[in-house]
T-cell receptor, first 110, second 118 residues
Framework: GENVEQHPSTLSVQEGDSAVIKCTYS??????FPWYKQELGKRPQLIID?????GEKKDQRIAVTLNKTAKHFSLHITETQPEDSAVYFC?????????FGTGTSLTVIP | GAVVSQHPSRVICKSGTSVKIECRSL??????MFWYRQFPKKSLMLMAT?????????EQGVEKDKFLINHASLTLSTLTVTSAHPEDSSFYIC??????????????FGPGTRLTVL
C-alpha cells in the first residue's frame, strides 16, 4: 500500500517568515495530493490540493509543488501569521483511499 | 460548501458496552465515506472505506467484527465500536466524498467524536 512520510514533525518560524513542509509518497498510482490544516480538537480543513498533471499551484500565501519523478510534494507558506499555527497533514490518494502523512506542528512566533 | 456532521461529538462509556457513531453528509450525497482514528498529536489513521450499499473495506490490522460499519444511504454511515475497551478510547473522524460535481477526490471531514472508555 501507499506510504506517506512527512517532515519535519515540528516547525517554529518567526512571524513573516516562510514555512516549508515536505512529503514523500511511495505509490506511483497516487495522483491527488491534498494538504489539510487541523487546529486543536477540530476537524481537518482542506487548504490546497494538487493533481499529478500539475507541477505547482498557488493560492495567496500558500503554494504546493509536486515532483512526480521523485515522488515528493511540498507545502510553502509565505508571510506566516500567528493564525497559521496548527498541525498540517499531507495526503496522497489514488482515487480510492487517502493516506495521510504523520503531520507537522507549525508554530508561528509573533 | 459541503458539510459533514458527526454525532455524538463526545461519548463516555463503560468497558464492554457498544457505541454507535453517526456520520452524515448534510448537503450532498456521498458515495464513499471514510472512517479515521486519531490519537493525540498523531496523524489520521484510515480504518475503513465505506461505500453505499456494500460492505466496508477495512485496512490491515483493523478488526471488522469490532468496528462495524454500515453505509445504508448516500448521506449516512455509522461506526459501531463493539465491546469497547479503554484502548479503544480515541478521536474518531469520518469524511465523505461528494458524489456529484467538483473534484471527485475532495474529502470533507466531520467534526470528530471523542470516545472515552472507562
Amino acid at each position: 500500500g501507499e506510504n506517506v512520510e512527512q517532515h519535519p514533525s515540528t516547525l517554529s518560524v518567526q512571524e513573516g517568515d516562510s514555512a516549508v513542509i515536505k512529503c514523500t509518497y511511495s505509490d506511483s498510482a497516487s495522483n491527488y495530493f491534498p494538504w489539510y490544516k487541523q487546529e486543536l480538537g477540530k476537524r481537518p480543513q482542506l487548504i490546497i490540493d494538487i493533481r499529478s498533471n500539475v507541477g505547482e499551484k498557488k493560492d495567496q500565501r500558500i503554494a504546493v509543488t509536486l515532483n512526480k519523478t521523485a515522488k515528493h510534494f511540498s507545502l510553502h507558506i509565505t508571510e506566516t501569521q500567528p493564525e497559521d499555527s496548527a498541525v498540517y497533514f499531507c495526503a496522497a490518494s489514488n482515487g480510492n483511499q487517502f493516506y495521510f502523512g504523520t503531520g507537522t506542528s507549525l508554530t508561528v512566533i509573533p | 460548501g459541503a458539510v459533514v456532521s458527526q454525532h455524538p461529538s463526545r461519548v463516555i462509556c463503560k468497558s464492554g458496552t457498544s457505541v454507535k457513531i453517526e456520520c452524515r453528509s448534510l448537503d450532498f450525497q456521498a458515495t464513499t465515506m471514510f472512517w479515521y482514528r486519531q490519537f493525540p498529536k498523531k496523524s489520521l489513521m484510515l480504518m475503513a472505506t465505506s461505500n453505499e450499499g456494500s460492505k466496508a473495506t477495512y485496512e490491515q490490522g483493523v478488526e471488522k467484527d469490532k468496528f462495524l460499519i454500515n453505509h445504508a444511504s448516500l448521506t449516512l454511515s455509522t461506526l459501531t465500536v463493539t465491546s469497547a475497551h479503554p484502548e479503544d478510547s480515541s478521536f474518531y473522524i469520518c469524511s465523505a466524498r461528494d458524489r456529484a460535481g467538483g473534484p471527485t477526490d475532495t474529502q470533507y471531514f466531520g467534526p470528530g467524536t471523542r470516545l472515552t472508555v472507562l
